[in-house]
């Protein structure tokens, strides 16, 4: 996978349990929905690959929201490894990884690099009622929302109407 695919795909995952209409939806929730969206994103779909990528899931959201520290993905990582082997001449590093694991430590080493490169840039939505993940590639690192047309606007109006409420108590 290129770098930002993967990080799209990385996205994805993360952002696969949001609140529809106040309560925690799942797209991998069920043994047909978990295949589906492995299959649509290069995996085999078998039970073990989904188990693991939604105990992989779960693991790194709870790290992107600070609640844990990352050697908890530890377990993750377990029969990984990188083999370097010549390949047109350059140096290329294989991963070696059990193939029901590959998709979800592919993307475990996908965050590993991004918060190695740029820390901080995977983040919570700044929404407390929202469960998704926002990955800025703006510039001054100043995006707070998942969706702009959701949060952004819904967290605005809130604190507007929190200042209009204060101003008149
Ligand atoms: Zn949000």
Same mark, same amino acid.
């Given at each position: 996978?290129?770098?930002? $695919?993967?990080?799209?795909?990385?996205?994805?995952?993360?952002?696969?349990?949001?609140?529809?209409?106040?309560?925690?939806?799942?797209?991998?929730?069920?043994? $047909?929905?978990?295949?589906?969206?492995?299959?649509?994103?290069?995996?085999?779909?078998?039970?073990?690959?989904? $188990?693991?990528?939604?105990? !992989?899931?779960?693991?790194?959201?709870?790290?992107?929201?600070?609640?844990?520290? !990352?050697?908890?993905?530890?377990?993750?990582?377990?029969?990984?490894?990188?083999?370097?082997?010549?390949?047109?001449?350059?140096?290329? *590093?294989?991963?070696?990884?059990?193939? !029901?694991?590959?998709?979800?430590?592919?993307?475990?080493?996908? *965050?590993?690099?991004?918060?190695?490169?740029?820390?901080?840039?995977?983040?919570?939505?700044?929404?407390?009622?929202?469960?998704?993940?926002?990955?800025?590639?703006?510039?001054?690192?100043?995006?707070? *929302?998942?969706?702009?047309?959701?949060?952004?606007?819904?967290?605005?109006?809130?604190?507007?109407?929190?200042?209009?409420?204060? $101003?008149?108590?």
């Amino acid at each position: 996978m290129a770098d930002t $695919a993967a990080e799209d795909v990385l996205l994805e995952l993360l952002n696969t349990t949001p609140v529809v209409r106040g309560s925690v939806s799942d797209a991998l929730g069920t043994p $047909a929905e978990g295949r589906a969206w492995v299959r649509g994103r290069g995996g085999a779909g078998s039970d073990e690959e989904v $188990a693991f990528l939604v105990a !992989a899931r779960d693991a790194l959201q709870n790290v992107v929201r600070g609640r844990r520290e !990352a050697e908890c993905l530890s377990e993750f990582l377990e029969g990984v490894s990188k083999v370097p082997a010549f390949e047109g001449g350059r140096l290329e *590093w294989a991963l070696r990884v059990p193939e !029901a694991h590959r998709l979800a430590v592919e993307l475990l080493l996908t *965050w590993a690099h991004v918060e190695e490169t740029r820390p901080g840039r995977l983040k919570p939505c700044g929404n407390p009622d929202c469960r998704r993940f926002l990955l800025d590639r703006s510039k001054p690192n100043s995006a707070r *929302w998942c969706s702009m047309a959701e949060c952004g606007n819904r967290m605005k109006a809130r604190r507007h109407y929190e200042r209009v409420k204060g $101003a008149q108590a």
